[in-house]
C-alpha cells in the first residue's frame, strides 16, 4: 500500500470518529468564558482568491492554510510568515484541535463538503457565497450545523452594512420603509445593471476545451473533488472555474447570493422562497455556462425579483409597489422619504461580527438557515438555466413541482469517495 493511501485511510477513519462525536471548542469549556487575551483561532482553506482577501479579520489568528495548488500555498505562506502551517489535504487540517474557525474560500463544488466535514470536526464555520452549488447541499449544511451547534456565516454582508451596489444606501432604511407598509404590497424588486448587476455578468464558460497537461503545481484530482472527472484545461480552474456548471452557477452563482440575500431579508422573506422562476435565455450548453437575459422569480404572495443581466429596462424602479416606487440613488415618489425613514423604528438587532457570534454561541446575521434561504434562489435560477424551462418550487418540500428532471439537479451524484 503506498504512502498515499495509508494516509487517506487514516484521515477517513479519523473524520469519521469525529463526525460521531460532539468536539466542545476549547472557549466554550467553562461556561463559556473567554478570556480577552485569548484570541479565536482560524484556518483558511482555499487561498487563490478570496481566501488571500480575509487572511486577517476581527479578533482571529491565523494558524492554518490549505491548498491544492502549491503555488497559492507557497506564496501565503511567504506572505504570512512563520506560526502559519500549510496543508494540501484540507482533512489533515480539520485533525487539528487548536483550530476554532475554518474559512472555505475554495470554488462552490467544494462548499457543502467542507462545511459540513468542518463542522462535524467541531468548527464554527466562514463560508463564501454561494453558500452551495446545490439546493440538497444547502438542506444538508444546514441538517449538520444545527446537529453540532457549530455557528455558521455566509460571506455576504449587504443585509447588515455597506452600500448596497449601485443603490447610493445601506439596506437598513429600505428595510424600514418596507416593513411600514407605505409602498403597498406585493412588492417587485428588480436588479439589473442600473444596480451593478452587470459586474461579471458574462462570467461564461468556453466550449470544445482541449486537454492540457496539468501543472505540476497543482493536484488536479484534488481540485476536482466530488466533480465530475474531466480533462484538465486551465480554463477550468482558479480564476475563470465559474463559467462551467460542475463548479459554479456563472455570474448568477458569483454574484447572485450578493444581491438577492438583503432583497430576501427587507422583504421579510427568511424563511421561504419563491414558488415559480420563469427565465428569458437562449440554450445553455451541457458543459459550458453561457448568459442569460432576464430570471424572474414569483412568491406566493406576489412578491417578485426580477434580475434583468440584459439591462433591458433602464427606468425600473429598484423597489416598486402598488403606492410608490424607490429608485438608484434612493430617490422615491414617496414625499419627504428620509424624514419619514427617520420617524420608523430600527429593525431587530443582528451579530454582525462572527467573533461575537463564535464566543457567545448565538448566531450570525446571515447564518445557515437565511442564508440556504437566498442560496435556494440562485440555484433555482441555475437550474431553470440549465433545463432550458420555467419551473415551480414547493418552499415547504424543498423541491420542483412535478418536474423529475429538476429534481435530479437538486441532489446531485459525486465522484469517488466525495458524500455528503
Same mark, same amino acid.
Request: glycine share 10%; charged share 25%.
Given at each position: =500500500?503506498?504512502?498515499?493511501?495509508?494516509?487517506?485511510?487514516?484521515?477517513?477513519?479519523?473524520?469519521?470518529?469525529?463526525?460521531?462525536?460532539?468536539?466542545?471548542?476549547? @472557549?466554550?469549556?467553562?461556561?463559556?468564558?473567554?478570556?480577552?487575551?485569548?484570541?479565536?483561532?482560524?484556518?483558511?482553506?482555499?487561498?487563490?482568491?478570496?481566501?488571500?482577501?480575509?487572511?486577517?479579520?476581527?479578533?482571529?489568528?491565523?494558524?492554518?492554510?490549505?491548498?491544492?495548488?502549491?503555488?497559492?500555498?507557497?506564496?501565503?505562506?511567504?506572505?504570512?510568515?512563520?506560526?502559519?502551517?500549510?496543508?494540501?489535504? @484540507?482533512?489533515?487540517?480539520?485533525?487539528?484541535?487548536?483550530?476554532?474557525?475554518?474559512?472555505?474560500?475554495?470554488?462552490?463544488?467544494?462548499?457543502?463538503? =467542507?462545511?459540513?466535514?468542518?463542522?462535524?470536526?467541531?468548527?464554527?464555520?466562514?463560508?463564501?457565497?454561494?453558500?452551495?452549488? $446545490?439546493?440538497?447541499?444547502?438542506?444538508?449544511? =444546514?441538517?449538520?450545523?444545527?446537529?453540532?451547534?457549530?455557528?455558521?456565516?455566509?460571506? $455576504?454582508?449587504?443585509?447588515?452594512?455597506?452600500?448596497?451596489?449601485?443603490?447610493?444606501?445601506?439596506?437598513?432604511?429600505?428595510?424600514?420603509?418596507?416593513?411600514?407598509?407605505?409602498? !403597498?404590497?406585493?412588492?417587485?424588486?428588480?436588479?439589473?445593471?442600473?444596480?451593478?448587476?452587470?459586474?461579471?455578468?458574462?462570467?461564461?464558460? &468556453?466550449?470544445?476545451?482541449?486537454?492540457?497537461?496539468?501543472?505540476?503545481?497543482?493536484?488536479?484530482?484534488?481540485?476536482?473533488?466530488?466533480?465530475?472527472?474531466?480533462?484538465?484545461?486551465?480554463?477550468?480552474?482558479?480564476?475563470?472555474?465559474?463559467?462551467?456548471?460542475?463548479?459554479?452557477?456563472?455570474?448568477?452563482?458569483?454574484?447572485?447570493?450578493?444581491?438577492?440575500?438583503?432583497?430576501?431579508? @427587507?422583504?421579510?422573506?427568511?424563511?421561504?422562497?419563491?414558488?415559480?422562476?420563469?427565465?428569458?435565455?437562449?440554450?445553455?450548453?451541457?458543459?459550458?455556462?453561457?448568459?442569460?437575459? &432576464?430570471?424572474?422569480?414569483?412568491?406566493?404572495?406576489?412578491?417578485?425579483?426580477?434580475?434583468? !443581466?440584459?439591462?433591458?429596462?433602464?427606468?425600473?424602479?429598484?423597489?416598486?409597489?402598488?403606492?410608490?416606487?424607490?429608485?438608484?440613488?434612493?430617490?422615491?415618489?414617496?414625499?419627504?422619504?428620509?424624514?419619514?425613514?427617520?420617524?420608523?423604528?430600527?429593525?431587530?438587532?443582528?451579530? $454582525?461580527?462572527?467573533?461575537?457570534?463564535?464566543?457567545?454561541?448565538?448566531?450570525?446575521?446571515?447564518?445557515?438557515?437565511?442564508?440556504?434561504?437566498?442560496?435556494?434562489?440562485?440555484?433555482?435560477?441555475?437550474?431553470?438555466?440549465?433545463?432550458?424551462?420555467?419551473?415551480?418550487?414547493?418552499?415547504?418540500?424543498?423541491?420542483?413541482?412535478?418536474?423529475?428532471?429538476?429534481?435530479?439537479?437538486?441532489?446531485?451524484? =459525486?465522484?469517488?469517495?466525495?458524500?455528503?
Amino acid at each position: =500500500m503506498t504512502e498515499r493511501h495509508n494516509r487517506r485511510d487514516f484521515l477517513k477513519k479519523s473524520l469519521a470518529v469525529t463526525a460521531g462525536i460532539s468536539i466542545v471548542p476549547r @472557549f466554550v469549556l467553562g461556561r463559556g468564558y473567554m478570556a480577552p487575551s485569548d484570541q479565536l483561532t482560524k484556518a483558511i482553506i482555499g487561498v487563490g482568491g478570496m481566501g488571500q482577501g480575509h487572511i486577517g479579520y476581527e479578533g482571529t489568528r491565523l494558524v492554518a492554510i490549505c491548498d491544492a495548488d502549491k503555488k497559492h500555498l507557497e506564496n501565503v505562506l511567504n506572505r504570512v510568515g512563520s506560526g502559519v502551517q500549510g496543508y494540501a489535504d @484540507f482533512r489533515e487540517l480539520l485533525l487539528r484541535t487548536d483550530v476554532d474557525i475554518v474559512h472555505i474560500a475554495t470554488p462552490p463544488h467544494w462548499h457543502g463538503i =467542507m462545511s459540513v466535514m468542518a463542522a462535524q470536526a467541531g468548527k464554527d464555520v466562514w463560508c463564501e457565497k454561494p453558500m452551495t452549488r $446545490t439546493i440538497g447541499e444547502g438542506k444538508r449544511v =444546514m441538517e449538520v450545523i444545527s446537529a453540532t451547534g457549530r455557528m455558521f456565516r455566509l460571506n $455576504t454582508w449587504f443585509r447588515f452594512k455597506d452600500n448596497f451596489y449601485g443603490l447610493g444606501t445601506t439596506v437598513k432604511p429600505l428595510k424600514k420603509v418596507i416593513e411600514s407598509g407605505v409602498l !403597498g404590497w406585493p412588492l417587485k424588486v428588480t436588479i439589473s445593471g442600473v444596480t451593478g448587476f452587470d459586474w461579471k455578468f458574462y462570467w461564461v464558460g &468556453k466550449t470544445g476545451l482541449k486537454p492540457q497537461p496539468v501543472p505540476p503545481e497543482l493536484d488536479y484530482e484534488m481540485w476536482l473533488g466530488p466533480a465530475p472527472k474531466k480533462p484538465y484545461n486551465v480554463h477550468r480552474t482558479h480564476g475563470t472555474f465559474r463559467g462551467y456548471w460542475d463548479y459554479d452557477g456563472g455570474g448568477l452563482g458569483d454574484m447572485g447570493q450578493h444581491y438577492i440575500d438583503p432583497v430576501q431579508y @427587507f422583504l421579510g422573506k427568511d424563511n421561504t422562497s419563491p414558488v415559480k422562476v420563469e427565465i428569458d435565455a437562449p440554450q445553455q450548453h451541457y458543459d459550458a455556462i453561457g448568459t442569460w437575459r &432576464k430570471i424572474t422569480y414569483t412568491y406566493d404572495d406576489g412578491c417578485q425579483i426580477v434580475l434583468d !443581466g440584459a439591462n433591458a429596462d433602464k427606468d425600473a424602479a429598484y423597489i416598486e409597489g402598488p403606492k410608490g416606487k424607490i429608485y438608484k440613488g434612493f430617490r422615491s415618489t414617496i414625499p419627504n422619504l428620509q424624514q419619514f425613514i427617520d420617524s420608523l423604528p430600527d429593525p431587530a438587532p443582528q451579530i $454582525t461580527l462572527f467573533s461575537e457570534s463564535v464566543k457567545t454561541r448565538q448566531k450570525f446575521a446571515l447564518n445557515e438557515v437565511n442564508g440556504f434561504r437566498s442560496a435556494t434562489i440562485v440555484n433555482m435560477g441555475v437550474v431553470a438555466l440549465r433545463l432550458g424551462r420555467n419551473l415551480e418550487f414547493d418552499p415547504e418540500k424543498l423541491e420542483f413541482v412535478n418536474d423529475e428532471e429538476a429534481n435530479k439537479l437538486i441532489n446531485q451524484p =459525486m465522484r469517488g469517495e466525495w458524500k455528503i
